[in-house]
């Protein structure tokens, strides 16, 4: 591991030059080159500030190989998944995400569906209708989470709809620890699968009763892994296989 070569990688994903780098870290060019040769390290106060800087921890700044991108992503592959019901429950608030998969965990449970249907996996996509105020003056965002059903599942508990995506190909690649840099890692994601529809003449195109994009996130082998899915509209590679996720 070297700390010099993540805080190199790291600022050139962010498209810093040395002296634009040390301009925001209060340093000298030469700080950062040295830093950035191992001949001398930040102090803490430094480190903390670039974690911040960078939109990641300081345990993944300090301890990991980030540039080493062997194997963070798959390659961009295409599925036909096939139709399936589940039930929804989108958030508007300043941390949706967290707060629309803990209510659909507590909905699982209080429905019967958890324990009973383990293997029910849970998905999820951003909810783009939120207004300009709700985003820019509190800073709200909305999301969408979604318990896949098993097939003759039936509640009327409150809480969540529920609804069917129809038989649809997507688009999907895997990310190695996606929160180890969320805000790098996950929109590489998209624009991976982004750029291989663009150079396989494949279409983004809308269609109803099918989720134009989704997340899946699960553990193997004690790593955390995130599946992105697109919709595509085109013909399917014969390579393609079948099967709903994992």
């Given at each position: 591991?070297?700390?010099?070569?993540?805080?190199?990688?790291?600022?050139?994903?962010?498209?810093?030059?040395?002296?634009?780098?040390?301009?925001?870290?209060?340093?000298?060019?030469?700080?950062?080159?040295?830093w950035e040769s191992n001949e001398i390290i930040p102090e803490l106060s430094k480190l903390v500030k670039m974690t911040e800087l960078f939109s990641c921890k300081l345990?993944?700044?300090?301890?990991?190989?980030?540039?080493?991108?062997?194997?963070?992503?798959?390659?961009?592959?295409?599925?036909?998944?096939?139709?399936?019901?589940?039930?929804?429950?989108?958030?508007?608030?300043?941390?949706?995400?967290?707060?629309?998969?803990?209510?659909?965990?507590?909905?699982?449970?209080?429905?019967?569906?958890f324990p009973a249907h383990p293997e029910s996996k849970l998905i999820g996509w951003d909810f783009p209708f939120v207004s300009p105020e709700q985003q820019n003056r509190?800073?709200?965002?909305?999301?969408?989470?979604?318990?896949?059903?098993?097939?003759?599942?039936?509640?009327?508990?409150?809480?969540?709809?529920?609804?069917?995506?129809?038989?649809?190909?997507?688009?999907?690649?895997?990310?190695?620890?996606?929160?180890?840099?969320?805000?790098?890692?996950?929109?590489?994601?998209?624009?991976?699968?982004?750029?291989?529809?663009?150079?396989?003449?494949?279409?983004?195109?809308?269609?109803?009763?099918?989720?134009?994009?989704?997340?899946?996130?699960?553990?193997?082998?004690?790593?955390?892994?995130?599946?992105?899915?697109?919709?595509?509209?085109?013909?399917?590679?014969?390579?393609?296989?079948?099967?709903?996720?994992?």
């Amino acid at each position: 591991m070297s700390l010099g070569s993540n805080i190199a990688y790291l600022r050139k994903q962010k498209k810093l030059t040395q002296e634009q780098f040390a301009e925001q870290m209060n340093v000298t060019r030469q700080t950062v080159s040295r830093w950035e040769s191992n001949e001398i390290i930040p102090e803490l106060s430094k480190l903390v500030k670039m974690t911040e800087l960078f939109s990641c921890k300081l345990d993944t700044l300090v301890l990991e190989e980030l540039s080493d991108r062997n194997g963070i992503y798959s390659d961009v592959r295409i599925k036909k998944i096939p139709a399936f019901r589940m039930a929804c429950y989108t958030v508007i608030s300043q941390d949706p995400e967290n707060d629309a998969k803990e209510h659909m965990r507590q909905w699982a449970e209080k429905s019967g569906l958890f324990p009973a249907h383990p293997e029910s996996k849970l998905i999820g996509w951003d909810f783009p209708f939120v207004s300009p105020e709700q985003q820019n003056r509190f800073g709200m965002h909305g999301y969408t989470s979604a318990l896949i059903l098993p097939d003759g599942f039936k509640s009327d508990l409150p809480g969540a709809y529920i609804t069917e995506n129809e038989e649809a190909d997507y688009a999907f690649v895997t990310i190695r620890d996606p929160f180890v840099q969320p805000f790098e890692r996950i929109p590489n994601a998209y624009k991976k699968i982004l750029d291989f529809l663009h150079a396989n003449n494949f279409r983004e195109k809308p269609r109803d009763r099918v989720i134009g994009c989704f997340e899946y996130e699960y553990s193997r082998g004690g790593i955390e892994y995130m599946d992105v899915y697109m919709h595509v509209d085109g013909v399917v590679s014969s390579d393609a296989f079948s099967g709903v996720l994992h």
